[in-house]
């Protein structure tokens, strides 16, 4: 197998597992989604460490939430776990799961 074949089926894998894509030809469906599922709760649990308000108000629903948001939306390069989190929040008030935050006045000098 060439240098180019090898990139091709490495592109390939990264992109099912971090994008949902169709599993290559060649690897074992069930290893991959076991390391989808690996990667989605390590996902999870660094947004939970950042944001621990979204745990705290989803209780049980987090985990679920959680999921659903990992799969229709791939972290993509340049956005960082803070903007994940950020990004997940954002998803979880424009579904109706969480209230949307108050606006904060603040009054000139």
């Given at each position: 197998m060439s240098r180019a074949e090898l990139a091709a089926r490495q592109a390939a894998l990264l992109r099912a597992l971090l994008a949902g894509e169709q599993?290559?030809?060649?690897?074992?469906?069930g290893r991959v989604a076991a390391e989808i599922r690996a990667l989605r709760?390590?996902?999870?649990?660094?947004?939970?460490?950042?944001?621990?308000?979204?745990?705290?108000a989803l209780g049980e629903r987090f985990r679920p939430l959680?999921?659903?948001?990992?799969?229709?939306?791939?972290?993509?390069?340049?956005?960082?776990?803070r903007q994940d989190a950020?990004?997940?929040?954002?998803?979880?008030?424009e579904r109706g799961e969480l209230p949307r935050p108050r606006r904060r006045f603040r009054l000139g000098r």
């Open positions: 599993v290559p030809t060649g690897f074992d469906p709760a390590k996902r999870g649990s660094i947004v939970a460490d950042l944001r621990p308000d979204l745990p705290q959680f999921d659903a948001y990992a799969a229709a939306t791939p972290r993509t390069d340049g956005v960082g776990y950020a990004n997940f929040a954002t998803w979880l008030t």
